[in-house]
C-alpha cells in the first residue's frame, strides 16, 4: 500500500469522529436533554431533523461548483484545507452552547456540518488520484472500515469521560460533554495532517486564466452533457433514494432511541457496538464486490435496511435495539464505501472533484428528505416509529433504479 493510500484512509478515521460523536450521538444527546430541555420528544426531534436538512441544502447547494472549480491544478487541496478548518472550529464551539441553548446549537452544528461535508466533496473526489481502478472498491472500504474502528477511540474516552464526570472533577455531565466536542475537534485535525501532507491531485483539467468563468462554463457544459452519461446520473438518482434512508438511520438513531425509551447510556452503548461491527464488515463487502460486483453488495446492503425499517416500527424493547444496531452495523460501512468506489470508476479523472459535487449534492440532497420524513409521520401519528418505517419507500425506490443501472454501459460512456 502507497503512503497517499495510507494517508487517504486515515482521514476517515479522523473525520469518522465528527460523524459518531457529533452527528450520531453524544450531540443529540445534549441537544434533546439539555440544549432543547424544554421541548417535547417530538419537537425536539423534528428540529434536530429540521437542522440536519438545512446544512445539507447549504452544502448541496456549493458542491457543484466548488466541486468544478477545484478541478484546476492545485485548488483541491486548498479547499479542502479550507472545509476542514471549518468544521474542526465548529466542532470545538459547540462547547459553548448553554441550557435552552438550541437555536445557537444548531447554527453550530449546521457550520461543523457544513465543514465535514464539504472536506468529504475533495476527500472522495482524491481517490482516483490515491488508487488505480481495480484497487479502488478495496481502498474504499478500508477507508470505511478503519474509520469506523479508529472513531471508537475518541468515543470512548468521551463517553467514560460524561459518565464518570465526577471522576474527572466536572460538576455535571454537562462540562464533561463540552469538553467532548473538544477532543473531537483535535483528533479530527490531528489525523488529518498525513492527509494535507502526503495526498496530491494528480489529475487537473487545463490551466485556465479565468477559473471561475471556466468552471461556470464547465458545469453548465456538463448538464447539457446529461444524456452522455445517462447511466451515471441513473445511479446518483438510486444513490438519492437509498442513501438518504441510511444517512437519516444513522443521523436520527440516537433520537428515535430516546423516543422509544432507551436510556441514554445504553443508547451510547449500542452506538459503540454498531461501529465495532461494521468494521469487519466494510471490509468484507470490498472481498466480496470483487466476487459478486459492487452493485450487487449495494442491493444486499440495500435489502438489510429494508429489513431494518420494518424491525423498527415494531420495536418494543431494548434488546429489539440491539438487533437493529447489528444489522445496520453489518451493512452502513459497505453500501457507503461501494457506492463511492462505484462512482469513482465511472467519473472522468481529470474532472473527479466536479463529478464528485454532484455525487455530494446527490447525498446532500437525500439527507434533506429522510431527517424531514421521520419528524413530520412521528409529530403526525404520535409514535417516532411511523416515521422511520417511512424510510421504506426509498430503499425500495433506490433498490428499483440501481437494477436498471447498466455497468457495462456506465463504463463505456
Not at 236 to 254: E, N, Q
Request: hydrophobic fraction near 50%; charge should be neutral.
Amino acid at each position: 500500500m502507497t503512503k497517499s493510500e495510507r494517508s487517504w484512509i486515515l482521514y476517515d478515521c479522523a473525520n469518522s469522529a465528527q460523524t459518531l460523536i457529533i452527528t450520531t450521538t453524544i450531540l443529540p444527546i445534549f441537544f434533546k436533554t439539555y440544549a432543547a430541555s424544554e421541548m417535547t420528544d417530538e419537537q425536539s426531534t423534528f428540529w434536530w431533523g429540521l437542522g440536519n436538512t438545512a446544512a445539507a441544502i447549504i452544502v448541496a447547494i456549493m458542491a457543484p461548483l466548488l466541486g468544478a472549480f477545484a478541478d484546476h491544478k492545485g485548488v483541491k487541496k486548498r479547499l479542502f484545507t479550507l472545509f476542514l478548518i471549518g468544521g474542526v472550529c465548529s466542532t470545538a464551539a459547540l462547547s459553548f452552547v448553554s441550557e435552552g441553548g438550541w437555536e445557537l446549537c444548531l447554527v453550530i452544528y449546521g457550520f461543523s456540518t457544513i465543514g465535514f461535508y464539504g472536506a468529504v466533496v475533495f476527500y472522495d473526489s482524491f481517490l482516483v488520484d490515491v488508487a488505480e481502478r481495480d484497487r479502488m472498491d478495496w481502498i474504499s472500504s478500508l477507508g470505511f472500515a478503519w474509520g469506523y474502528v479508529a472513531s471508537t477511540i475518541p468515543y470512548i474516552v468521551c463517553m467514560v469521560l460524561i459518565s464518570k464526570y465526577e471522576t474527572f472533577g466536572f460538576a455535571s455531565p454537562v462540562p464533561a460533554t463540552r469538553t467532548a466536542f473538544i477532543i473531537t475537534a483535535v483528533w479530527w485535525f490531528i489525523l488529518s495532517i498525513p492527509m494535507l501532507r502526503n495526498v496530491e491531485q494528480k489529475y487537473h483539467v487545463p490551466t485556465s486564466e479565468h477559473p471561475v468563468r471556466e468552471s461556470l462554463g464547465r458545469l453548465a457544459q456538463t448538464i447539457r452533457d446529461i444524456p452522455q452519461y445517462k447511466q451515471l446520473f441513473l445511479f446518483l438518482l438510486a444513490f438519492f433514494l437509498y442513501i438518504d434512508g441510511v444517512h437519516t438511520i444513522y443521523k436520527m438513531a440516537i433520537a428515535f432511541g430516546i423516543d422509544v425509551g432507551i436510556d441514554t447510556t445504553q443508547l451510547m452503548l449500542i452506538l459503540l457496538y454498531t461501529q465495532i461491527v461494521a468494521f469487519p464488515f466494510a471490509i468484507l463487502y470490498g472481498k466480496l464486490a470483487a466476487r459478486f460486483t459492487a452493485k450487487r453488495m449495494i442491493l444486499f446492503g440495500i435489502g438489510t435496511y429494508f429489513i431494518v425499517t420494518v424491525l423498527a416500527y415494531n420495536i418494543a424493547a431494548s434488546w429489539h435495539f440491539w438487533a437493529l444496531a447489528t444489522l445496520v452495523g453489518t451493512a452502513q460501512g459497505g453500501i457507503q464505501s461501494l457506492s463511492r468506489s462505484f462512482y469513482g470508476k465511472l467519473v472522468p479523472k481529470e474532472r473527479s472533484a466536479q463529478f464528485f459535487g454532484f455525487y455530494d449534492i446527490f447525498g446532500k440532497f437525500a439527507a434533506i428528505l429522510g431527517p424531514v420524513m421521520v419528524g413530520t409521520f412521528g409529530l403526525i401519528f404520535g409514535d417516532s416509529r411511523a416515521g422511520v418505517f417511512s424510510l421504506i419507500v426509498l430503499f425500495v425506490a433506490g433498490g428499483l433504479l440501481l437494477l436498471k443501472v447498466d455497468e457495462g454501459k456506465a463504463a463505456a460512456s
